[in-house]
């Protein structure tokens, strides 16, 4: 069991940056690839960029891809999430999951955080 905490969501303008956090705690992060989901109001749930276990393999959503940056340091037992050039479509609740491997769909992960919220002003 893993359990996952985000951090860092708030209020931001248009062009302005945000670094979500997702702690772990009860098994070590690094035995899971971690990913980073988000949430509109009144929309499902979309991917937004994974990182494999290692860190060395990460994958984005085409319309976060050169503004947000995945990352993870297991000595912190944390993954991270960069979110630059940000525009107010960025706004959502950010989930962060962690799974066996690095994906695209939900379903590919086991555990989940209960999010944060970003929200972009004009």
């Known amino acids: 069991q893993v359990q996952l905490v985000e951090s860092g969501g708030g209020l931001v303008q248009a062009g302005g940056s945000l670094r979500l956090s997702c702690a772990a705690s009860g098994r070590t992060f690094s035995s899971y690839a971690g990913g980073w989901f988000r949430q509109a109001r009144g929309k499902e749930r979309e991917f937004v960029a994974t990182i494999s276990k290692n860190g060395v393999r990460t994958s984005y959503a085409d319309s976060v891809k050169g503004r947000f940056t995945i990352s993870r340091d297991d000595a912190k037992n944390t993954v991270y999430l960069q979110m630059n050039s940000l525009i107010p479509g960025d706004t959502a609740v950010y989930f962060c999951?962690?799974?066996?491997?690095?994906?695209?769909?939900?379903?590919?992960?086991?555990?989940w955080g209960q999010g944060t919220q970003v929200t972009v002003s004009s």
């Open positions: 999951a962690a799974g066996p491997f690095t994906s695209n769909q939900a379903r590919g992960y086991s555990y």
